[in-house]
């Protein structure tokens, strides 16, 4: 060990100004003239456009693809319940009394859809 630097911290000693003439630590910065500037900024305004068209098409196509699922499940919900056996329940006092499974078969429905069902039944006999 050398006197006087046994207790020398690497990590403190790093973070020391350094004894040098300060012409030598500045360094000039290789500045970009303005055109320089300009063009780069021009190309990253087209990248992020171009990023944004691409997430825009994207977008688009995801909310057709959803559309298309949600018109296709519902035509499957009406085609099964035309398709199924149903009858139209006018007491409803007994249905208090059903088992859970059966209330969850129970299908409630405005007057007009009952209507447009019996229409479509008829129309098939």
Known sequence: MVKGKAFRKQWK??????????SSRIKSRNTKTFEQRQKEKLEMEQVKQKAK????TRKEVRKARAKKREAKQRRKEENEIKSGKFEVIKKTDKIRKWHKNAKKTLMKMAPEQIERLMKGNRAEL
């Open 13 to 22: 000693e790093a973070r020391k100004p350094l004894n040098r003439r300060a």
């Open 53 to 56: 068209d691409l997430l825009d």
